[in-house]
């Protein structure tokens, strides 16, 4: 296919990893960890460096057209999510990074099996894969959490506030371990997971494209709003805090006592705009300006105190879910099930990023034998995570399938990759020709 497209060979591919999220969800842009594992599903680049400055791209997926522009010249339009501006995300974060105006330009052939706007991260695959094919062409080199970073935050140019999660666990995975990613600095620790359980990520079949719609930014805001309320409740300097984490870390006091400090100060009441701009003493034109994301300046209401509950108990259970993985303990996949299951019910109940299709997912997946099941991902769609005994795995795969996508209003495009075992993946790499 790169051969009739572009009339040549290529001169190289790389390829980035999807991943899934076993527990730690909506935290890491809150400064928290996370516990994620590349799948093996990528983002695979065939590339060929061209003398001329302009960079073309083309799909092996007729559903997304080919793009071609000037390497000088890159312009990414947060309005509408397409394809090929991810590609751009990685590719300008790389020019900027090291400061070059002038790029040569490429010829990329981009093939995926990740199922797109299913919490699988896909779009990060791509960033990070565009990242790497542009600083091998370069020549240049760059650590695996240099390139996490720099992808991180170029991602960002699509609109969305993501955290550093899913570009970190694409450049730092390592086949046969989970990884606990730890922000600020940024390093990734080896997590291993229990022998005789498999996870099975099942899609729910409901697409949701984060950059498509709000909803993400707005619990980023919330999250915002919500350390600074924290901190100038407990008398900090609020203005520069933006994350939860800061506002425990400046506090020195443990995520259980964050949880008795979010009920004194926060009510379970929403708030409104004017009501936050009362707490911090500012006004509506500074909450918009200085501290709300474009596409968040008009939302009605903020729920702060079950926002900043579900970050302190969330980031409470992934440092438990990695200590029972260490202990291994006899009844480890059970232990390690609960707070799956609880993960799922904060983000159900106080995160509000599930849906029902993921709850009804998650309890057919737990009345067949999953010992513990939950969103992945950022949720209101896309898969679900299930920990499973592995004598149990051949029968829960026969009845979930059953019970969930045989029915016929579902759709079911990606229904290959809708329900499978997986096991934790290598990252990011670039194959040369021999
Ligand atoms: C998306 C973001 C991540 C993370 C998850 C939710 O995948 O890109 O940074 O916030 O959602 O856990």
């Known amino acids: 296919m790169f051969n009739s497209k572009f009339g040549s060979i290529p001169k190289f591919y790389v390829r980035a990893p999807g991943r899934v ?35 073309q791209l083309a799909n092996t997926n007729p559903l997304y057209p080919d793009f071609s522009t000037s390497s000088n010249n890159i312009q990414i339009d947060k309005t509408k999510p397409l394809w090929h501006n991810y590609f751009l995300c990685g590719f300008k974060g790389i020019q900027e990074h090291f400061g070059l105006s002038n790029l040569t ?8 099996n990740i199922p797109p706007s299913s919490g699988l991260s896909s779009s990060s695959a791509l960033v990070c894969c565009a990242g790497l094919v542009t600083l091998t062409v370069l020549g240049m080199n760059l650590s695996k959490v240099e390139l996490a970073e720099i992808c991180a935050k170029s991602e960002r140019y ?38 005789g359980a498999v996870f099975v990520i099942a899609n729910s ?8 719609t709000s909803h993400f930014n707005i619990r980023v805001m919330e999250c915002r709003l919500a350390a600074k309320l924290l901190a100038k409740y407990r008398g900090l300097q609020w203005g ?62 903020f729920k702060l105190y079950q926002r900043a509950k579900h970050v302190y108990s969330e980031a409470a259970r992934v440092l438990q879910f990695k200590k029972i993985c260490e202990e291994a303990p006899d009844d480890t996949v059970q232990l390690l099930g609960e707070l799956m299951n609880q993960s799922h019910a904060s983000c159900r109940d106080m ?49 979930v399938h059953q019970a969930y996508y045989q029915r016929s209003d579902r759709n079911l495009t990606f229904e290959k990759q809708s329900l499978f075992a997986t096991k934790p993946g290598g990252g990011a790499l670039v194959f040369l020709e021999a």
């Open 21 to 55: 999220n076993i527990i730690g969800e909506h935290i890491d842009y809150c400064g928290y960890s996370v516990l994620p594992m590349a799948v093996e599903q990528d983002m695979l680049i065939a590339v060929e460096p061209v003398k001329t400055q302009t960079l």
């Open 105 to 112: 330009g490429m010829n990329c052939l981009v093939d995926g």
């Open 158 to 195: 699509i609109g969305t506030e993501g955290g550093g999660m899913d570009q970190s666990i694409s450049f730092l995975a390592e086949e046969g371990t989970a990884k606990l990613i730890e922000f600020s600095p940024l390093r990734a620790t080896d997590v291993k997971l229990p022998s």
């Open 205 to 212: 079949c409901v697409e949701m494209n984060k950059a498509a």
């Open 240 to 301: 520069k805090v933006l994350r939860l984490e800061e506002v425990q870390s400046k506090l020195g006091v443990s995520l259980e006592e964050m949880l008795w400090i979010t009920e004194d100060a926060l009510h379970p009441e929403p708030y409104s705009p004017e009501e936050v701009c009362r707490c911090l003493g500012i006004s509506l034109q500074e909450l918009r300006t200085q501290i709300l994301s474009p596409n968040t300046q008009d939302v009605p209401i």
């Open 351 to 399: 995160y509000e990023c599930s849906c029902p299709e993921l709850d009804q997912l998650v309890d057919i997946c737990r009345k067949f034998g999953a010992q513990g099941s939950r969103l992945t991902g950022a949720g209101w769609g896309g898969c679900t995570v299930s920990l499973v005994p592995a004598d149990k795995l051949t029968s829960f795969l026969a009845n």
